[in-house]
């Protein structure tokens, strides 16, 4: 088992799957999240259920953790080995010409989107686990009142985190577009169900993170004091 991940095909596979389990975490934050629009006090319910929740904080936690920190390290290392084998083909044919500018550069686009998430860490994740686990507090509570939506409407108010958050977002967007297709290339899916599978890749890469900069959008030009 552990030389098939060795290998660059092997490890192009575990980068596949690690990437599905991320885009599904991603449209299960953003179906939580769009309830902010709709629902504080959903969105606070929904929010309290899934940060005290033992399943989701001891098991599931650790493990999106984990998938976050061994795709980009994995992805690095196969843009690298990728870059390389452009230059070898480019000095023989100029064959890296044909590649997409999204698939040349997804690497920076994942530095950026890195970038973001440790400003989302810092945002969110961080103050939780302060809250929780250092404090000792698990009531979700703040003078009286659920904390979460409050929290939420308060890191939009500065136009320039919003202006952050949007640029990320939009690279996620160029990332996944890209990304969906070669993950699906990765592990071999060559079927009836192909063509379908990128257009609901293309809708998915672009409404997702679209509707993530709605979100932080809506509630900066909409905050509640």
């Not at 250092?134 to 929290?151: K, P």
């Amino acid at each position: 088992m552990s030389g098939i991940f060795n290998s660059s095909i092997g490890r192009k596979v575990a980068m596949a799957l690690s990437a599905f389990f991320l885009m599904i975490f991603l449209l299960q934050h953003f179906a939580i999240n769009v309830t902010s629009v709709f629902s504080g006090d959903v969105f606070n319910k929904v929010s309290h259920f899934m940060g005290t929740n033992p399943l989701i904080q001891y098991v599931m936690q650790p493990i999106l953790i984990f998938a976050v920190v061994y795709h980009f390290i994995m992805g690095f290392i196969l843009e690298l080995q990728n870059r390389k084998a452009r230059q070898v083909r480019y000095a023989k044919n100029n064959g890296g010409a044909s590649a997409s500018w999204m698939s040349r550069n997804m690497i920076w686009s994942g530095l950026v989107i890195l970038a973001f998430l440790g400003l989302h860490f810092y945002d969110f994740w961080f103050p939780e686990i302060n809250t929780k686990f250092i404090e000792g507090d698990w009531s979700g509570m703040h003078n009286g009142e659920f904390r979460y939506f409050h929290e939420l409407q308060e890191k939009f108010l500065s136009p320039v985190r919003v202006g952050l958050y949007v640029l990320a977002f939009v690279l996620l967007a160029m990332h996944l577009l890209h990304g969906f297709s070669s993950a699906f290339q990765s592990i071999g899916a060559n079927n009836k169900y192909t063509d379908g599978l990128k257009v609901f890749g293309k809708f998915y890469a672009i409404l997702v993170p679209l509707g993530f900069v709605f979100i932080a959008l809506y509630h900066h030009f909409n905050h509640i004091h």
